[in-house]
């Protein structure tokens, strides 16, 4: 019997964080999460409950290796169908988990074509998105119910946006609440597709997945379950959008200040408030979430050197 569950959240005041400011700042991070991000909550609450035996998802990597670790635990088949672009660390991570990644082009052939291909063949397959699926909301919404509880005086979430699933579990997390909590969105800037839709009231695409270093939101559009909870009247209160400069100032700052190693969509948030301080100046707490510690090491010291 399976006696793994998602790990609680890790807290970190980050007060300090942003010099000559008075934001009161807190990260939950979920770098410490089991495959080293908040996916594996989602992940999770899939592999449990879905009763067929063989389940396949579309992702760049953090869902990936969650999923595959998750369907360990239940004892299913997993298949993950990833952009050959992926980092090498997130591939490996899935193949160690017994999964199979199934790498594709992504200029030759969009993800979730793909994955209908590989359904068509197995009819006991349930296919996942990452984002847009009412198991992945609710895993999602167990990490605004631990932020809720840990701080009674919080006002503003920052979050990741992607194809909108963290969000959208923040989002129903907060709404069951009776407290005035806004979740806001960080999103890059260089695939703004969220931040357009809020604009356009409209669900947006991306003709091509953005061109960001924040491999995690190189979504094409929100999830449409996503956009439904998200554009409602108790959905996000706004889109921050960030470059990718301020994503690896963010990284750094993380990595010097708090010795937190983080991916850069993970680092979203954090760009996203210390790039507008002046709007999180509020006098209560602002939570911001790192999604995620999964980087190419390669990568990270690009990052760190300033490369």
């Not at 899935?94 to 030759?108: C, F, H, N, P, Q």
């Not at 907060?174 to 597709?193: F, M």
């Amino acid at each position: 019997m399976n006696t793994i569950e998602p790990r609680p959240t890790t807290f970190l005041d980050a007060t300090g964080l942003i010099p000559r400011s008075e934001v009161k700042l807190v990260i939950a991070t979920e770098t410490f999460q089991h495959t080293g991000s908040f996916k594996f909550r989602a992940a999770y609450q899939v592999a449990m409950n879905v009763p067929q035996s063989h389940v396949i998802a579309a992702s760049s990597g953090n869902f990936g290796q969650a999923l595959a670790f998750a369907c360990r635990l239940f004892g299913k088949r997993c298949t993950v169908v990833m952009p050959n672009t992926s980092a090498q660390v997130k591939v490996d991570a899935v193949r160690s988990y017994g999964a199979e990644a199934d790498l594709i082009d992504t200029k030759a052939i969009t993800r979730e074509a793909r994955v209908a291909e590989l359904a068509a063949i197995d009819p006991d397959i349930y296919v996942s998105s990452a984002f847009d699926d009412p198991w992945v909301i609710s895993g999602n919404s167990t990490l605004g119910v631990e932020i809720m509880e840990r701080y009674p005086d919080v006002e503003n979430i920052v979050a990741p946006v992607g194809g909108g699933g963290l969000t959208s579990g923040l989002v129903l997390a907060v709404s069951g609440d009776n407290r005035p909590v806004n979740v806001i969105g960080a999103e890059p800037k260089a695939g703004n597709d969220a931040a357009r839709s809020f604009r356009e009231g409209r669900l947006v695409t991306n003709d091509f997945e953005p061109d960001t270093i924040a491999d995690g939101a190189r979504t094409k559009s929100l999830g449409k379950r996503n956009w439904e909870i998200l554009h409602s009247e108790t959905g996000l209160q706004g889109i921050v959008e960030v470059t990718d400069d301020e994503i690896r100032e963010a990284v750094r700052a993380l990595f010097l200040r708090l010795n937190l190693k983080v991916e850069p969509t993970g680092a979203l948030a954090v760009a996203a408030v210390m790039a507008n301080p002046e709007r999180f100046m509020t006098g209560r707490t602002v939570c911001c979430v790192v999604s995620g510690g999964n980087v190419d090491p390669a990568v990270y010291a690009q990052i760190l050197l300033g490369n």
